[in-house]
């Protein structure tokens, strides 16, 4: 007797404009995609890439975050290698690659992040443009995102002002060189500036050069020389953030 099974296998998936869509309750999020294209391999080394023309985040209390992204991942012996990945939002850029295994990732990364996309996302009214660059390393080890970045930028500081909601006169284009480390939830960075045209706590500041440093919720500005409009000083301050 003949078998007349018919045995199939499949070696490759392929998804064209496709849409997705998910809620999550618990956070209350919705989480979209449009334009999805994606293929995967399936071998003894699974390969996965796809695009999505528009990627789109929505979080209760939080503004909408939209852009496209491109990633590519190969999954062998459950480790998952992460060969690209690319965000992109209103002129921002983030890139990625990197490793996560049994709990464990670990991933470099570059952040060229346009001020205007930080305004529009945030919908901020006080006038500024800017850019920063950020690269280095991000890993995840016992539920805790670690972040080791080098950053430079230069920037208006009353936009960060008016993102962090303080309410003191804090303002002018920053120049800033340094880095930041630490878990997410209590990162520490620390940096060389160069702020001109600028007003510190109701002081007009022509050109102030100074140490930043952030820990534990507050900013401080410490071995600053200055040229105000009405002579020269030498400066420090502190400000808490909410």
Known sequence: ERDTSLKVKIKTVEI???????????????????????????????KFSASAQKISIKKEGWPEIAGDADISLTLQDKAVQINKFVVRSSGTRITGSGEYYKERGNFKTGIDLLVMSVKKIFKLERSGEGRVSASGNVSYADKKILLDLKLSGKFYLQTL?????????????????????????????????ALHSGNLFNVDVDLLKCNVSYDNGTMKFSDGEGRLYNGSAKVSAAIRLP
């Open 16 to 46: 064209k404009q496709g849409k997705v869509n998910l809620k999550d309750k618990g956070t209350n999020s919705i989480f979209k995609l449009d334009g999805f294209n994606g293929e995967v391999i399936l071998d003894k080394i699974q």
């Open 161 to 193: 002002m008016e993102l962090l909601k303080v309410k003191e006169r804090v303002e002018g284009l920053i120049d800033v060189k340094g880095e930041i480390k630490g878990p997410l939830d209590n990162i520490r960075g620390t940096a060389t500036a």
